[in-house]
């Protein structure tokens, strides 16, 4: 699948509403590759956006699946406290801090029966009965990784590719724990870094994300043993995203520096360091998806009102790298800069 495209970027699916269908399809029509974000919709939404992707392409693509974690038990009362504090800025009310599991199982038959043609898994490893389904139905298996130890799991698990998400990504990390921002003496490994640790050990075509913005990327990931470049902020300020208003003017002005934190969603996530992030960072604990759920109406409220500084402005490190146009320009600018690059190494040896 990955070997055979045109274009080896994957434009990387963008939960909460950058990712569209019309993005997905741009990139599909541009011989790139784009996966629909099944993560927070309902299992009618993602059918209906799979029908509209359809109607716009006749080339492959994908749905990645945010896979839920057993209930992280923990007191979040003097976290919702702050909450309500800074709900008052907005007029709105912090939300209940419920656990669900994002309707997992209804959105996975969901993709089984509509025969998408690759799946891919983020946040846990599905189970081997998930496998063998999605397989079953013809779909290429993806499971999202950020490590060589996940790799291996991933591949003893029967991953037909894995996604290595290095630590330079912009949104919710990869890592198959929430804890996975380093804090509890993990480590954190950069993309190459794991790339080459992954490609010495475990013999599955993996695609490269984190932190890749430019062409030059692209030519170091492929160099390097990727079969693709999986790219997000790149494609946040495309025409056919999502992204809001404040949130395009945000990533436009840059300037910003990025960062990890737990605060809007109780799970590890790099983006644009605001206020939120700065004043509630070191006091919100690890509860996913209860935190996303507590301050979805404080976040919501400042988007309406226009205010970056209380919205998750997931980025990568490389955000500023982006461009405001076409996601077919974008695509065809990323393939100008990966030959001009792989020309260019070509003539030092």
């Known amino acids: 699948m990955f070997t055979e495209l045109p274009v080896p970027v994957v434009v990387a699916p963008m939960a909460g509403g950058p990712t569209t269908p019309e993005l997905v399809a741009a990139a599909a029509n541009a011989g790139a590759f784009g996966f629909l974000a099944g993560g927070l919709l309902r299992p009618e939404q993602l059918v209906d956006q799979i029908g509209r992707t359809r109607q716009l392409t006749e080339h492959p693509f994908g749905v990645n699946l945010f896979v839920p974690r057993a209930r992280?038990?923990?007191?979040?009362?003097?976290?919702?406290?702050?909450?309500?504090?800074?709900?008052?800025?907005?007029?709105?009310?912090?939300?209940?801090?419920?656990?669900?599991?994002?309707?997992?199982?209804?959105?996975?038959?969901?993709?089984?029966?509509n025969r998408v043609p690759v799946v891919s898994f983020?946040?846990?490893?599905?189970?081997?009965?998930?496998?063998?389904?999605?397989?079953?139905a013809g779909?290429?298996?993806?499971?999202?990784?950020?490590?060589?130890?996940?790799?291996?799991?991933?591949?003893?698990?029967?991953?037909?590719?894995?996604?290595?998400?290095?630590?330079?990504?912009?949104?919710h990390?990869?890592?198959?724990?929430?804890?996975?921002?380093?804090?509890?003496?993990?480590e954190l490994y950069g993309v190459l870094a794991a790339l080459r640790s992954i490609r010495?050990?475990?013999?599955?075509?993996?695609?490269?994300?984190?932190?890749?913005?430019?062409?030059?990327?692209?030519?170091?990931?492929?160099?390097?043993?990727?079969?693709?470049?999986?790219?997000?902020?790149?494609?946040?300020?495309?025409?056919?995203?999502g992204t809001t208003a404040p949130y395009r003017?945000?990533?436009?002005?840059?300037?910003?520096?990025?960062?990890?934190?737990?605060?809007?969603t109780g799970r590890p996530a790099r983006g644009l360091v605001n206020r939120f992030l700065r004043e509630h960072s070191e006091h919100a604990p690890l509860a996913y998806p209860q935190l996303h759920h507590m301050t979805k109406p404080i976040r919501s409220a400042a988007a309406a009102a226009g205010d970056v500084e209380a919205m998750s402005l997931w980025a990568g490190?490389?955000?500023?790298?982006?461009?405001?146009?076409?996601?077919?320009e974008i695509i065809e600018n990323i393939v100008k800069q990966a030959r001009e690059a792989i020309n260019g190494a070509r003539d030092r040896f």
């Open 72 to 113: 992280m038990a923990g007191d979040m009362a003097d976290y919702r406290e702050r909450m309500r504090v800074e709900g008052m800025r907005y007029g709105a009310a912090p939300g209940a801090a419920v656990w669900d599991d994002d309707n997992y199982p209804a959105k996975l038959d969901a993709v089984i029966a």
């Open 122 to 136: 983020t946040f846990q490893l599905p189970t081997r009965t998930d496998v063998v389904r999605v397989r079953k």
């Open 139 to 171: 779909s290429t298996v993806v499971v999202t990784v950020a490590t060589p130890e996940e790799a291996r799991q991933a591949a003893e698990l029967g991953a037909d590719v894995l996604c290595l998400q290095g630590c330079d990504a912009g949104g």
């Open 173 to 186: 990390r990869g890592a198959l724990t929430d804890s996975g921002d380093g804090a509890a003496g993990g």
């Open 200 to 241: 010495a050990e475990v013999d599955v075509p993996v695609i490269a994300a984190g932190g890749l913005a430019h062409g030059a990327d692209v030519a170091a990931v492929l160099t390097a043993g990727a079969v693709a470049a999986q790219m997000g902020s790149a494609f946040l300020r495309a025409t056919e995203a």
């Open 249 to 264: 003017q945000a990533l436009a002005d840059g300037g910003r520096n990025t960062a990890l934190t737990r605060a809007f």
């Open 317 to 328: 490190r490389c955000y500023h790298l982006a461009a405001d146009r076409p996601a077919a």
